[in-house]
């Protein structure tokens, strides 16, 4: 019995090496499997750090992930190797413009069910504002900010990935971390990207 859990685990090991390696296009990228203090799972991330090896890392700040009682720090976790960066930044509360002024303000607008934001190709960031209503607050909000460098930088493909992040990351945040009322109801699948009427 003992010999054959020692296979098993043995077996296992051997998968994900060969997954990280996958994911890095057969360079070594030692990752954790989760990072932001246990806030993200690192497969959700890795897709934007397709060709990195070394050791992947996350840096937090401002009391991350927060909560619907802390302090208004927007708190930060950065997740990077020697040159690629991911970061996501959070406001609470947050209390956007509507959205028929972002769409008329901005050149590209962003939205998962009830939540909308905008992007901005210069930044690489994906902005989004997810109602997160409290008592006495109901028309706050759970503002996301969520940026990659291949983004940034113009990397074919980079795009998607990082709709398909956000998407992630705010239903994990609304839902898990500080389980905003409704946010059950956000969909699963990417940001959807539309042009508005803007410049900005």
Request: overall charge negative; some cysteine; hydrophobic content about 35%.
């Amino acid at each position: 019995m003992l010999a054959l859990s020692g296979v098993l685990v043995l077996s296992l090991a051997a998968v994900t090496v060969v997954w990280w390696n996958w994911l890095g296009d057969e360079h070594e990228l030692s990752a954790p499997e989760r990072v932001c203090r246990d806030t993200f799972s690192t497969a959700s991330i890795l897709p934007l750090f397709r060709g990195a090896e070394g050791d992947l890392r996350s840096e937090v700040m401002d009391g991350w992930p927060g909560g619907l009682n802390s302090p208004n720090l927007a708190p930060v976790c950065e997740v990077y190797t020697d040159r690629l960066t991911v970061g996501f930044r959070i406001s609470y509360p947050g209390y956007p413009e509507k959205l028929r002024e972002v769409r008329k303000e901005r050149k590209h607008i962003t939205e998962l069910g009830s939540a909308y934001g905008s992007y901005s190709e210069t930044d690489g960031t994906i902005i989004l504002d997810v109602p997160c209503p409290a008592p006495g607050e109901p028309d706050a909000t759970l503002a996301l900010n969520v940026g990659a460098s291949p983004v940034r930088q113009g990397e074919k493909g980079s795009l998607p990935k990082l709709a398909d992040l956000t998407g992630y990351a705010a239903r994990t945040l609304a839902q898990k971390v500080y389980k905003c009322k409704g946010a059950e109801k956000l969909p699963e699948g990417p940001v959807h990207i539309k042009k508005g009427e803007g410049t900005r």
